[in-house]
């Protein structure tokens, strides 16, 4: 009973949604496979996190609580992280693809020497009961399915791939507490400063809604309507943009979707004033709901929307507002 | 200072992607091969570097990659790459991410390098994988998705600063040797001008195979991939949905909104 692992992230001491997503995914595999679910909680005063695990889908929580993890840094958290599978022998570990994710699982993945699949928007097992998954290459213009048959089969999930199921209060995880030693040489790397970014909204890769706005919103005084219709939709919302904006500097670089943006998974996505080139198609055409709002009835965005509206985005904008408003109120 | 730059050339981002029969990946024919634009960014930081040093060391690139690279090579070399490695053999063909880095960092290791520049991620296989292999491989530390470097040339350390969530960023001090993943923002690449392309010209492009570096045929490949691609498949082509034109905005909102909750039921 090696365990499927699952990498729970958090943040400002509260769960991220991606370790529902996980362990809800983790569980799926764990029926076929027969073996534990186990996640894995890093961090310092990290412990209270741990119960709300088992309702998720959690069988047994590590907890790996220490100061020196206080902070995230690549080499301490791969240290304790391939100490701890080499003892364990996990046969699947599943991360999210996110900014820690993506960091980490390749170097954790290099030091055991296995495979990792990065980004991937599907999950399941072959009939030999390999970790098979599915994940986008060339920007989401194709597809390509893996296979790892070597232990530990690693995987990153791109944030709101698996939709997570509601925690079941009568389930309880087992809290084990791991103690952590970690060398002084995987402290090279020094963190000197966190500069805090202007928003403290959502992530875009994590957002379940984002509107987003291109060059059409003429300068950046303009997106706050689009930070309005964002609130209006509440907790999970944020705004995004297209190249042309963030190159006119009317929205910052971390707001770019795209390929040479972010990649976007959400829920909902709202195009105001953006055409639809490929390369900004490439950032969030897996979003499960496309809204456009363009003014010219030709533009190619029009193609993959399944709601578009030609008009002018100054005018439905904070029309929508104030429709959403009325929704909410009446929640 | 001596830098390396780690490249990889890539289908133009402009490409429509088509599929080979029968799994074989995608069609390469007609396609356009440019280099990797974040590789970009790592070439324009890597002569950014040495003219802020004052022209001191050498920035070599290296590239694995098939015959039609050395278009891609020679671009850069254009933009003012000293020399460049070519790792060219068909045995490398069809290694993961853990194969090419164990490739590049075979290669590496022969060159003297304080500083390792790559793209944050390849636009072809979108994987970002590569330069965290790379480093734990050559035992140095990485930083990805960096968007500003600042060389401590006497010291042998780097200040750099990468993104992370929410628009934050972390400023990280790091010693060197090391590896660096590009985003984009970190630079404006330049265009290679024309005498750049005369002298690319009598620039070294060294071709350097699979038994030059000491590798053995099951050790990289398809044969030594631990992620074996089955398939390839395309996305399903998205349906245009409803369209509504003109109309009262108040009225057209209302309508959008009631489909949002009630069909679509992402509110
Ligand atoms: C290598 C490379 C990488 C790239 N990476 C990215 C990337 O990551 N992300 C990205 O987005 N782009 C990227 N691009 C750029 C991309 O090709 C497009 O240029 C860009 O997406 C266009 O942005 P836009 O749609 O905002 O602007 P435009 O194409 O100019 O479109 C503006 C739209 O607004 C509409 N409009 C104008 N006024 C109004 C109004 N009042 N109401 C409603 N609609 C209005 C117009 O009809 C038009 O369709 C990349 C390009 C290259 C070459
Ligand atoms: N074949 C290659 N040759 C040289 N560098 C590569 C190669 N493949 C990947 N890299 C480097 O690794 C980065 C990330 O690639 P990837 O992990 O494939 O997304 C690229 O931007 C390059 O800097």
């Known amino acids: 009973m090696a365990g499927i692992w699952v990498y729970a992230e958090h943040k400002d001491g509260k769960l991220k949604s991606t370790a529902a997503q996980l362990l809800t995914g983790a569980r799926t595999l764990a029926e076929t496979l027969s073996e534990e679910v186990v996640a894995v909680l890093l961090g310092s005063g990290v412990e209270a996190m741990a119960a709300p695990l088992g309702p998720l889908g959690a069988d047994k929580v590590l907890v790996a609580d220490a100061q020196p993890l206080g902070q995230y840094l690549t080499e301490p958290y791969c240290h304790v992280l391939t100490t701890l599978m080499k003892e364990r022998q996990p046969s699947i570990f599943l991360g999210p693809a996110s900014s820690i994710g993506k960091d980490l699982f390749p170097r954790v993945a290099a030091r055991l020497q296995t495979g990792l699949a990065s980004d991937c928007t599907g999950i399941g097992l072959t009939e030999n009961k390999d970790l098979k998954l599915k994940r986008p290459v060339y920007a989401g213009k194709a597809f390509i399915e893996v296979v790892i048959s070597g232990r530990p089969a690693m995987a990153s999930i791109r944030p709101n791939t698996l939709t997570p199921k509601p925690a079941d209060s009568s389930k309880t995880a087992l809290s084990e507490k791991i103690s952590v030693s970690i060398p002084p040489e995987a402290f090279r790397v020094k963190l000197k400063e966190v500069v805090k970014g202007k928003s403290e909204k959502v992530d875009l890769t994590e957002a379940s809604i984002i509107v987003s706005g291109g060059r059409a919103m003429q300068n950046s005084e303009n997106y706050k309507i689009l930070w309005d219709l964002a609130s209006a939709f509440g907790e999970g919302a944020t705004v995004g943009a297209s190249r042309a904006a963030v190159d006119s500097s009317y929205a910052s670089h971390d707001m770019q979707v795209g390929q040479t943006g972010k990649v976007v998974n959400p829920n909902l996505y709202i195009a105001c004033g953006i055409s639809g080139a490929i390369q900004h198609l490439a950032g969030m055409r897996t979003s499960k709901v496309i809204v456009a709002i363009n003014k010219d009835p030709e533009a190619p965005i029009f193609q993959k929307a399944d709601f578009g509206i030609v008009g002018d985005l100054f005018k439905l904008v904070p029309a929508l507002i104030e429709e959403i408003k009325k929704i909410k109120a009446h929640d | ?267």
């Open chain 2, 1 to 267: 200072m001596n830098i390396v730059v780690c490249m990889k050339q890539v289908p133009d981002t402009e490409t429509k992607i088509r599929l080979k029969e029968g799994n074989g990946g995608i069609q390469t024919d007609g396609v356009k091969w440019i280099i990797n634009p974040y590789c970009e960014f790592a070439v324009e930081e890597a002569l950014r570097i040495r003219e802020r040093n004052g022209g001191q060391g050498t920035v070599t690139l290296v590239c694995m990659g098939p015959d039609r690279a050395v278009e891609s090579i020679r671009t850069a070399l254009a933009m003012g790459v000293d020399k460049a490695i070519h790792l060219n053999d068909p045995l490398f063909e069809g290694s993961d991410n853990f194969g090419v880095a164990k490739i590049l960092a075979r290669a590496i290791q022969t060159i003297p390098h304080d500083i390792i520049l790559c793209g944050k991620q390849a636009v072809d296989d979108d994987a970002s994988q590569v330069p965290q292999i790379l480093a734990e491989q050559l035992n140095i530390p990485h930083v990805m998705v960096v968007e500003k470097m600042e060389v401590d040339v006497a010291n042998k350390k780097v200040t750099t600063s990468r993104r992370i969530e929410g628009g934050a960023k972390e400023v990280l001090e790091v010693p060197l040797p090391a590896v660096f993943g590009a985003d984009k923002g970190m630079n404006e690449p330049r265009y290679a001008s024309l005498p750049g392309i005369m002298k690319a010209k009598s620039k070294e492009v060294k071709k350097v195979t699979a038994a030059d570096l000491g590798l053995k045929p099951e050790e990289i490949g398809v044969a030594a991939a631990k992620v074996k691609i089955q398939a390839y498949s395309l996305p399903p082509e998205r349906q245009a949905g409803k369209k509504i034109e003109g109309g009262d905005p108040a009225q057209v909102a209302h309508e959008l909104a009631k489909w949002l909750r009630e069909e679509a039921r992402v509110i």
